[in-house]
């Protein structure tokens, strides 16, 4: 578990954070007060102090309550804005009651995320709509840009046309394939009512004639929508397959993609379902200079 407190005082310093898990299971951070003393020197003109942590489990969520509880007692006599850039958010995809005695996950961990208060809260392309009305203070950076900052070259010079994987994810794609002037298709996945599986996958062009394709998507988690609509695609005579997804889980690794997809692109991505399966180098990570230019600007 990684978290990062970055003060913007002077020149952005990150302030060191040790988080440690007692033996009984709870989580507790511990902030570097002289790093804290160094950088605010006069609290009063302090501009804001944020907290960076990726929130992808219970543990993680524990963290940045117990960072801004410590951040919220340093700051007590002169409180500063405190923001938090978390580019996922976990539960996005339980985005409605679906049946009787389910929860509302989304609804549910926004309650308890906007009870922390801070004055603004950073994410990355959001699973669902629903996100951005349930969590307040909220800044999202859009698909359409993070996919322009990190493939508008590629996507121009090696003419690729865009894909979407549903109807769901074409009203983003919609606006990158706007923003470049790039053709959009849009695939259908005919799954089984009783299971949830993919039954089938169709599109309507028959033939690409030999036109490179980037699926674009929000989330890859094991892969098979891909892998099934790279089959589909391969059959139409396509060019180049290459995967563009913001968030990169890939619970099943990446090397499963293998023979069905040339490259895949990911911005956010969980470095430890990677680690050891990117051995054919298929995944592509461009977050740090991403980061850079849209996300800190």
Known sequence: MKINI?????NGNIIPVKVFTFSGGEVHVKIDMEAIKAAYIDTTNSQKVEIHQDIRSSDDFMAVVMAKDALDEIFRFHPVPIELFSLYVPYARQDRYCEKGEAFGVKAFSRLLNALGFSRVVIADPHSEVTPAVITNLDVIPQHEIAFHMLGWK??????????PDGGALKKIFKLGTQMNLKVHCADKIRD?????IIRTDISVQDFQGANLMIVDDICDGGRTFIELAKVLRERNAGKIELFVTHGIFSKGVDVFDGYVDCIHSFNVWENNVQDTNTKGLLVINQKEVQRQIVLK
């Open 6 to 10: 970055i003060d913007q005082f002077g």
């Open 155 to 164: 996507l121009r010079m090696e003419n690729f046309e865009l894909v979407s």
């Open 193 to 197: 009512t009783a299971t949830g599986d």
